[in-house]
């Protein structure tokens, strides 16, 4: 049986539009890396595949990228992030990895082993994962070591369906928002 998106199109619009605000909001006001010199970048995945780059008065300076495996090529970047460093990192969602350029979009490196459909950076560099495809959750280094995972398919509490979205507050609570299961679950720091 075919799946029908039809249901989900707001729900991905919102996602969308608040992974562009954040992106741009960060790269304006140097949240992210303390860096308000860094320019805006958008994952255009959804029929493009590739990274557009951005002034910081939302004018267009370049593009890169083009469907594909090897590197530099895509399938489906589905958001993207700066690190301290000032290198973007891509997630390359349906080739199930996370890719990483310069600024000026070289690459890099990449390193994977999930599908990345959410990404979020914490001040203190630690990136969070929401692997949309096993259903979990994972909290890891910038070289792609995982040093904690959690979730699994599922509707109950602390099972995802489909984790879509990752963000972290101040506080070191994590909040995930997911499609299937339309619904945004808070896991509380201990």
């Not at 349906?94 to 990345?116: I, K, L, M, S």
Request: with cysteine; charged share 25%.
């Amino acid at each position: 049986m075919r799946r029908s998106w039809e249901p989900y199109i707001p729900w991905l619009t919102l996602c969308a539009i608040a992974a562009v605000l954040l992106t741009l909001y960060a790269s304006d006001s140097g949240w992210l890396t303390g860096k308000a010199s860094l320019k805006g970048y958008v994952s255009d995945g959804y029929g493009n595949n590739r990274v557009v780059k951005f002034t910081k008065d939302y004018k267009y300076v370049k593009a890169w990228g083009k469907k594909g495996t090897k590197p530099g090529e895509f399938n489906l970047p589905h958001c993207i992030l700066t690190d301290a460093k000032g290198l973007l990192h891509v997630s390359d969602r349906e080739n199930d990895r996370v890719q990483v350029f310069d600024q000026d979009g070289n690459y890099v490196r990449h390193y994977g082993g999930f599908a990345p459909f959410g990404l979020f950076l914490t001040p203190d560099q630690t990136l969070f994962v929401a692997d949309g495809r096993a259903h979990k959750c994972l909290r890891m280094s910038l070289e792609g070591k995982v040093d904690a995972e959690w979730g699994s398919e599922g509707a109950e509490p602390g099972q995802f369906n489909l984790p879509h979205g990752i963000a972290v507050d101040g506080k070191g609570n994590v909040y995930v928002g997911e499609i299937e299961g339309r619904r945004v679950q808070k896991f509380v720091k201990r």
